[in-house]
């Protein structure tokens, strides 16, 4: 066996609030599972939630709508055919925050 090495430390342990280690493990864990649903072709969840809301504006209330850089004008809107789906791919996941305060 090699010579074993103990290092000392002069710092001091930083210890975190639980509500502040709460958050950011939910957020962690928040990202990984929105990571893991891109990696498989799953849309996440907070995404469907912005296309669904997208759509009710357009198609129920009547109201023009923007979204990812994508213009929805209420007047050429048909009900029949549903509007062409995104792909997760094109949104950046990085950029949101992904800490949710309760």
């Known amino acids: 066996m090699g010579p074993q090495h103990h290092y000392q430390t002069t710092e001091t342990p930083v210890f975190y ?22 990696i498989e072709g799953l849309t996440p969840l907070r995404i469907k939630a912005k296309m669904q809301s997208t759509l009710v504006r357009v198609g129920r209330l009547s ?3 923007d979204y990812e850089g994508i213009h929805f004008d209420h007047e050429i809107y048909e009900q029949s055919s549903p509007p062409s789906i995104i792909h997760p791919e094109l949104f950046s996941l990085e950029d949101s925050n992904w800490i949710v305060d309760n």
């Open 17 to 38: 609030p639980k509500k502040v280690s709460a958050q950011f493990h939910r957020g962690v864990q928040h990202h990984l599972t929105a990571t893991f649903q891109v």
């Open 63 to 65: 109201r023009n709508c």
